[in-house]
């Protein structure tokens, strides 16, 4: 691999049409990303940068290694999609197990919580409804009765 030069990063080489020097392909390009190893200074650096190649030339930068290809998450849509679960890897069941409860026990507190709200705007809606109900206002002798009665009791 080697640095992209100006011509290229204008003409949209490496990133719109296959990195590869000798290949123009445009459709179809596969993002990797790849280890890059230059000398900067006489000192040994190494970067990690994205490399988009059409299926041909991703074959050949794969030859003896897998390298790490990125593709884009997708958004979680409303829609739960089925998922395979493969018998070899008991984590992943697990893990697949764990994220089904946190989002079961999310939907249940989201629910609450609605029906809470619910109940406070109607306990709201019904406060405004009637007049302001008046407390009586205790005499001292009343609130000493009432607390020496507490007492005894």
């Known amino acids: 691999m080697r640095w992209r030069v100006e011509?290229?990063?204008?003409?949209?080489?490496?990133?719109?049409?296959?990195?590869?020097?000798k290949c123009e392909?445009?459709?179809?390009?596969?993002?990797?990303?790849?280890?890059?190893?230059y000398s900067e200074h006489g000192e040994k650096k190494n970067a990690l940068v994205k490399c988009?190649?059409?299926?041909?030339?991703?074959y050949k930068l794969n030859y003896h290694h897998k390298k790490k290809e990125l593709t884009k998450r997708k958004k979680k849509s409303k829609k739960k999609?089925?998922?395979?679960?493969?018998?070899?890897?008991?984590?992943?069941?697990?893990?697949?197990?764990?994220?089904?409860?946190?989002?079961?026990?999310e939907k249940l507190e989201k629910e609450t919580s609605e029906k809470v709200e619910a109940e406070l705007e109607k306990e709201a809606?019904?406060?405004?409804?009637?007049?302001?109900?008046k407390?009586?206002?205790?005499?001292?002798?009343?609130?000493?009765?009432?607390f020496l009665g507490d007492l005894f009791l």
């Open 7 to 21: 011509a290229e990063v204008v003409t949209g080489n490496g990133q719109f049409v296959c990195a590869n020097k």
């Open 81 to 105: 999609k089925k998922r395979s679960r493969s018998s070899s890897s008991s984590d992943s069941e697990s893990d697949y197990r764990s994220r089904k409860r946190k989002r079961a026990e």
């Open 52 to 58: 988009r190649l059409c299926f041909e030339c991703s």
């Open 125 to 133: 809606s019904n406060l405004w409804s009637k007049p302001a109900e």
């Open 25 to 37: 392909e445009r459709k179809k390009l596969r993002t990797w990303e790849v280890n890059f190893g």
């Open 135 to 146: 407390e009586e206002e205790k005499t001292r002798e009343d609130v000493f009765d009432e």
